[in-house]
T-cell receptor, first 114, second 112 residues
């Protein structure tokens, strides 16, 4: 049973570029959340997708956008990259029991913006 | 004020020591509470849920004080393998969907 998978694992971009990160949730999970984790900080909630719609959003600018596909996989897009966008981007999924509070995280995509 | 606040540490303790981490949260409407563990350069994983009555899982004990909006984690008989960052997490419900809010994390280093 595959867990949450993310790609790419590492990438380097320059300021102003755009990036797309991908996530496949754990088998049987239908809700995907994205988090940004800067060095030495806890994960910060970006947004959550369920039934292909954004259901909740954290305090992130519109440069951060996402999508969920019918197979529950998801993408995170960041436009006009800034140096401060350098971070570990974590995808997490949750199954039917969405109230339990247990998120299953992927290993993350480490983005470096130069 | 941060939604979830923790002492970032690091806490340096010898093997066998007892160590306690504290956490406060600002949203009184928060519904459920957790401790997650994150190893260096790895993803966070659920350690345990936190209940008002207090709960224990082996060497780990978690407590919640809703009135004070305070959460704690106690680790007894520390092992080298306990070295990690411990994240205090609060679950906020909104429009039927929950959002997990993470603290900065408290780093624990257990030495021989």
């Amino acid at each position: 049973d595959a867990g949450v998978t993310q790609s790419p694992t590492h990438l380097i971009k320059t300021r102003g570029q755009q990036v797309t990160l991908r996530c496949s949730p754990k088998s049987g999970h239908d809700t995907v959340s994205w988090y940004q984790q800067a060095l030495g900080q806890g994960p910060q909630f970006i947004f959550q997708y369920y039934e292909e719609e954004e259901r909740q959003r954290g305090n992130f600018p519109d440069r951060f956008s996402g999508h969920q596909f019918p197979n529950y996989s998801s993408e995170l897009n960041v436009n006009a990259l800034l140096l401060g966008d350098s971070a570990l981007y974590l995808c997490a999924s949750r199954g039917e029991k969405r109230i339990t509070g247990e998120l299953f995280f992927g290993e993350g995509s480490r983005l470096t913006v130069l | 004020r941060k939604e979830v606040e923790q002492d970032p540490g690091p806490f340096n303790v010898p093997e066998g020591a007892t160590v306690a981490f504290n956490c406060t949260y600002s949203n009184s409407a928060s519904q459920s509470f957790f401790w997650y563990r994150q190893d260096c350069r790895k993803e966070p994983k659920l350690l345990m849920s936190v209940y008002s009555s207090g709960n224990e899982d082996g060497r780990f004990t978690a407590q919640l004080n809703r009135a004070s909006q305070y959460i704690s984690l106690l680790i007894r008989d520390s092992k080298l393998s306990d070295s990690a960052t411990y994240l205090c997490v609060v679950n906020e419900m909104n429009t039927g969907f929950q959002k997990l809010v993470f603290g900065t994390g408290t780093r624990l280093l257990v030495s021989p």
